[in-house]
């Protein structure tokens, strides 16, 4: 999916994993870090932003069901 690749993360990662990519890319693509850079930075971020959101909401609806493919 879009939202792992654009994290650099795997499907079956866990929410630590995820929180770990997502803080790494919004401390290099945040506009006050990439001065005259700003607009590409910015729209960047809010990608990054976007699908940390989107899969965060995911994880916290399916977690169970990861801990159980996990442990086959």
Do not use: Q, W
């Not at 929410?15 to 607009?39: F, S, T, V, W």
Request: aromatic letters at 10%; charged letters at 35%.
């Amino acid at each position: 999916m879009k939202y792992y690749r654009l994290l650099g993360v795997d499907r079956l990662a866990t929410i630590e994993e995820i929180k770990a990519a997502y803080r790494a890319l919004a401390m290099k693509y945040h506009p006050d870090r990439n001065i005259g850079n700003e607009e590409e930075a910015e729209s960047k971020f809010k990608e990054i932003h976007a699908a940390y959101e989107i899969l965060m909401e995911r994880r916290n609806m399916f977690t169970p069901k990861l801990h159980a493919l996990r442990s086959k």
